[in-house]
């Protein structure tokens, strides 16, 4: 699962090379609004690798996109995540400005649930949003989430949506 590719899009398992990207990409603060803030260099240097050392732990996390023209286009992927006190596995997306509004993300969450729900056959994925990002709220929809409730994190309401495994669908093998 170190690589796979979408019709547009290229992934590849989070590694040190995607830390100037990452930087660059946390640091606008557009695409950072509904991910917590604008995050520092050092910041992201930590989030870096932490979100590796998800990957040795689990075996899935992260990954860093690219349109096929080779160019960094964003990041994405599924990680646990604890929600009230629950370890859930979420499904995260982010892409830069200039990429906003070509279906980018929908297509990347389309294959997401895909490898969360069919291929590590988890019984759900969660998105959790911020209320008013409308944008990522209809990504989750079109992606066949649907919203569960409201929960207060990091000191505001967020929204939690989830997608659930069709029990009828054997895991397909590896
Ligand atoms: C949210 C984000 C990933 C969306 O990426 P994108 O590639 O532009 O999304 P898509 O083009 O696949 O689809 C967006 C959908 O939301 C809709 N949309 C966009 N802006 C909207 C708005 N303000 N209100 C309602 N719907 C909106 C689009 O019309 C589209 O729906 P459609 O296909 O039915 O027309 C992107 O804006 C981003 O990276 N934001 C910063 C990081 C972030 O917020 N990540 C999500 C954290 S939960």
Do not use: C
Not at 47 to 70: C, E, I, P, Q, S
Not at 72 to 82: L, Q, T, V
Not at 153 to 159: A, I, P, S
């Amino acid at each position: 699962m170190d690589h796979f590719t979408t019709s547009r899009l290229t992934a590849e398992r989070l590694h040190e090379d995607h830390l100037a990207d990452l930087v660059a990409l946390h640091l606008d603060a557009e695409v950072s609004r509904y991910l917590g803030g604008v995050r520092s260099a050092e910041v992201t240097k930590v989030y870096l690798a932490v979100n590796m050392g998800h990957w040795d732990r689990y075996g899935f996390g992260l990954w860093a996109l690219r349109t096929k023209d080779g160019d960094f286009a964003g990041r994405a992927g599924i990680r646990h995540i604890a929600v009230d006190d629950l370890d859930e596995v979420e499904i995260a997306y982010a892409f830069k400005r200039t990429l906003w509004g070509q279906g980018l993300a929908s297509e990347i969450a389309d294959v997401l649930t895909g490898i969360g729900l069919t291929r590590l056959a988890l019984p759900s994925l969660v998105g959790l949003v911020y209320p008013d990002n409308s944008a990522s709220r209809r990504v989750l929809e079109k992606s066949g989430f649907t919203l569960e409730r409201s929960a207060m994190r990091r000191g505001g309401e967020m929204v939690i949506y989830r997608a659930l495994r069709d029990q009828s669908s054997p895991p397909a093998r590896a």
